[in-house]
Structure formats: structure tokens, C-alpha cells
């Protein structure tokens, strides 16, 4: 091999070394810019990406570890008095479940089987701001009007469901949107963490959906 052929391989080889070392260098850089980009508000990753959820998140989530519940509107509870799981909370304010308490209990149940094989990580919850004892349950559908209250009518249609009670200052202040928008119910992580809320119009696969996503990536 000549000389100017060996000098001709030893230039292509650091071109080849420089590009190789170059790569790191370059998506530092380029990670550099986008941080930057994002601090500045120029770029929307969020946005531009978008989320797996469909519920919508709650940002900041908030904690219910240090709440003191009545447990069905009697002895004080605390959150982790109950066994962890993941919680479907539905909330109810004033002392009647009428056909909107009466669905999102229906819809988070079948929800809850629909999830198979993880139907016992998940429990669910009623959360009320008047003692669960006295609660009627009525609506349009009229055998729900025959049932003489929330507990028995739990007891027959929603078994395995908690019955909570906060004061209604309490509850507005821990949920205030479910004051002017009751038609939503909420997720609470197994840590306490009330982090999603749904809507009552959003499609029950989508739903389950964003279930199975949470269950899949959580240990708990």
C-alpha cells in the first residue's frame, strides 16, 4: 500500500472517530436547546405530544391521608384505616342519591369488573356530606324509589362498596369542583393521592383504559 493510500484510510478513520465522538456532543446540545426552548415557553411538549390519559388529570394531586372520614357517617376513619388499593371515588352532596349518584355508582361498578383480572386492586367509594344512615335514595327508575335508604340500597345493588362522610365545608374544600360540576368522579392512588378525575359523558373503555395503564405501571 502506498503512502498516499495510508494517509488517504488514516483521514477517514478520524473523520470516522470525530463523527462517532460528535453524536454524544449533539444530543446534549439538542437536548440543551429544548430544555431551553421549554423554559421559555416556545415549545409545548405537552401539547405537541400529548397525554395517555383521558381523564383529566389533577394538577397538583391532592393528598386525603390526613382527613378524618366517618365511616358511613359514624366512627372517625382515616384513608390508610382502609385496605390499599386504588379507589374509585364517587361524590354525593346532600341527603339524596338521585339518578346521577345513582349512575356514576352503576358505571364505576361495571367499570370495576370490566378490569378482569385486577378487580381486586381497585375498590370504590362513596363519599357523602351528610350521614350515609340518612340518605334516601330516589330517582326516575322506581324500584331505586322503593329502597328505604343509601346503606340497604348499597347493600343490594353496589356490595363491597365504603361509605364515607366529611362535613360539607370539608368536602367543598378537599373537592371543590364537584360543588358546581357534580356529573365527575375521581381516582385516588393507593398512596392517598386524589390525581384523576371523570367525567360522567366519558366513553367506559376510555375509562378502563386509563385504568389499566395506571394498574400496569404502579405497584400498588
Not at 421559555?40 to 400529548?50: F, L, Y
Request: hydrophobic content about 45%; charged content about 20%.
Amino acid at each position: 500500500m502506498t503512502g498516499a493510500a495510508v494517509s488517504a484510510e488514516q483521514r477517514r478513520a478520524r473523520w470516522i472517530l470525530i463523527l462517532i465522538a460528535g453524536i454524544p456532543l449533539s444530543m446534549v446540545l439538542a437536548a440543551t436547546a429544548l430544555w431551553w426552548a421549554v423554559e421559555e415557553g416556545h415549545v409545548d411538549i405537552v401539547g405537541s405530544v400529548g397525554t395517555a390519559n383521558h381523564g383529566e388529570l389533577i394538577n397538583p394531586p391532592r393528598n386525603v391521608t390526613e382527613v378524618v372520614f366517618q365511616h358511613e357517617g359514624g366512627a372517625d376513619t382515616m384513608w390508610q384505616d382502609l385496605p390499599t388499593k386504588w379507589r374509585l371515588l364517587v361524590v354525593l352532596r346532600g341527603g339524596v342519591c338521585d339518578d346521577v349518584c345513582q349512575n356514576q355508582l352503576y358505571q364505576t361498578r361495571q367499570i370495576h369488573v370490566a378490569l378482569g383480572k385486577e378487580f381486586n386492586r381497585v375498590g370504590r367509594v362513596v363519599l357523602g356530606d351528610v350521614r350515609t344512615a340518612s340518605v334516601a335514595v330516589v330517582g326516575s327508575d322506581a324500584e331505586s324509589q322503593t329502597q328505604s335508604g343509601l346503606l340497604d340500597w348499597l347493600a343490594q345493588q353496589h356490595v363491597g362498596v365504603t361509605s364515607l362522610t366529611l362535613s360539607p365545608a370539608d368536602l367543598a374544600a378537599l373537592l371543590p369542583e364537584a360543588v358546581d360540576q357534580p356529573r365527575q368522579w375521581y381516582v385516588v392512588d393507593p398512596a392517598g393521592w386524589i390525581m384523576m378525575r371523570i367525567s360522567d359523558d366519558l366513553y367506559y373503555k376510555d375509562v378502563i383504559s386509563d385504568l389499566r395503564f395506571l394498574l400496569k405501571h404502579s405497584g400498588g
